[in-house]
């Protein structure tokens, strides 16, 4: 990149998301993927009245003057007409005394109701195919609006097969929509009979940037942004995130040699043993084998032989990774925040939490309570924190309010350390997570920001003492 082009991104990132320190690392092209749809249509312009308005209006004139009356006759339900009727009388189109009658505003719309002439062609449109978004032009200015906080992606967005004009029923409101968009200055309606055919579809992508950026030079993540033509896209960024969040990670390959670079450092640079990229690996894939053999679902009972057997295999094999690697299992994002509450709970003699940055969305007064519940059960606990530059990180009142309560609580060894990018629990010696997850500053709510963090849980009880007298030394070298 260029270095006016860095500090472009640089500014942008730093204002968006309110971090004066941020530095840009990288970009790189990406692909948005989505259809391009020519679609043989039908529809109805240069009208004044809706096509029910008007099939009501000519029934009055015909002499059905009831509601039932036109209701019958068009084989509609009634509350449905009524509703028709009540727009057209506050229209002052008709009049409703002992009987249904046009007013000569009524009159004069229907006799200026252009005949029924529909029209034929075919129009191209453009579906998102990652949100399911419909849209007649295809260009970064339609997507740069937030996502509506009940749109998230609740479903795979399917292609839409040529001459299957089933495939796009949910979509005729979207494309009668367009077609009235399509001349903003025309005052009548436009309405979409059918879509005839799907003549041609096929796949494009529309070419974005990632920029991949760290919250300030000493912080060891990686974040990104989505730029398109020098803009943050956050309909871009929010889609992505949604389909993390669902398991999709669509970006895998861009941050899997990245992610492989950072991992010993994000899982604890001081922590005295190696934990390989690898290993983890192996321990989440055959968990999740195991895992997909307990599904009934997947199997008919003839295979149920086949099935016990396999799923015996792969647990020795599970087991033998474990003992190899002291590795119990593989969790993440949510699942990390879990066990931090999980661990507040149930620990017993002692808790350690270790994470380089303290604020106030995930020390907040109910955090302050569950510890306050914690201490008052007689556990030991630590939090040590504290990175080099991390100032603007930290929020003061949180660290006040954690130091009020080691004034009031023998048991609670509340500590700075230099510098420690760790992230760290230990409950008792039931347990210790080693993780990329910043504890006590993201809170992984799920209405929130998606992020994917990984995390390993060791219970091998000698790791897990080692792993405490590591976090200790961090203060004696303070």
Not at 20 to 27: H, N, R
Request: charged fraction near 30%; hydrophobic fraction near 35%; glycine fraction near 2%.
């Amino acid at each position: 990149m260029m270095e006016n082009e860095i500090k472009d991104f640089e500014n942008k990132i730093r204002k968006y998301h309110s971090l004066p320190e941020a530095i840009v690392l990288d970009s790189k092209p990406v692909g948005y993927p989505f259809y391009v749809l020519r679609l043989d249509l039908t529809y109805l312009t240069n009208r004044e009245l809706k096509l029910l308005e008007e099939f009501v209006l000519k029934s009055i004139t015909n002499g059905l003057v009831k509601p039932k009356e036109i209701s019958s006759f068009l084989g509609m339900e009634s509350y449905q007409i009524e509703k028709v009727l009540s727009e057209l009388i506050s229209r002052d189109l008709v009049k409703k005394e002992e009987n249904l009658e046009l007013t000569t505003v009524g009159l004069d719309a229907l006799e200026q109701q252009t005949v029924l002439a529909p029209i034929s062609e075919t129009q191209t449109f453009y579906l998102d195919t990652l949100n399911g978004k419909l849209t007649n032009s295809f260009s970064s200015e339609n997507f740069d609006s937030k996502i509506h906080k009940n749109s998230a992606i609740n479903k795979i967005i399917k292609k839409p097969k040529k001459s299957h004009i089933e495939d796009l029923v949910d979509y005729y409101p979207d494309i009668e929509k367009l077609l009235q968009k399509s001349v903003p200055n025309h005052p009548n309606l436009i309405e979409l009979v059918q879509v005839n055919n799907i003549e041609k579809i096929y796949p494009q992508w529309h070419e974005l940037l990632l920029v991949l950026y760290k919250n300030n030079p000493g912080d060891r993540e990686i974040e990104y942004e989505i730029f398109s033509r020098g803009s943050i896209q956050v309909e871009y960024r929010n889609t992505i995130e949604e389909l993390y969040a669902e398991g999709k990670k669509i970006l895998e390959p861009i941050f899997q040699q990245m992610e492989q670079d950072q991992l010993p450092e994000s899982l604890g640079n001081e922590v005295i043993f190696s934990i390989k990229d690898d290993d983890i690996q192996t321990v989440e894939k055959l968990t999740t084998k195991i895992s997909s053999l307990n599904d009934p679902d997947h199997f008919v009972e003839t295979k149920n032989n086949s099935v016990k057997q396999e799923k015996q295999k792969l647990q020795k094999e599970l087991k033998q990774v474990q003992n190899k690697t002291r590795i119990s299992e593989v969790i993440h994002t949510y699942q990390i925040r879990e066990y931090l509450l999980k661990a507040s709970k149930e620990a017993k003699n002692r808790l350690m939490i270790i994470s380089p940055w303290i604020k106030a969305n995930v020390v907040d007064e109910k955090f302050i309570s569950t510890l306050k519940d914690t201490l008052k059960r007689k556990v030991q606990v630590y939090i040590i924190y504290g990175i080099k530059g991390s100032k603007v990180q930290n929020d003061d009142k949180s660290i006040k309010q954690l130091g009020n309560l080691k004034a009031n609580y023998k048991n609670l060894q509340f500590d700075k350390t230099k510098n420690t990018h760790r992230k760290q629990i230990i409950c008792d010696d039931k347990f210790a997570i080693v993780t990329s997850f910043n504890f006590l500053s993201f809170r992984a709510d799920p209405h929130l920001t998606y992020r994917d963090e990984l995390g390993v849980i060791l219970r091998d009880k000698q790791t897990i003492e080692d792993l405490f007298k590591s976090g200790i030394n961090l203060i004696r070298v303070c």
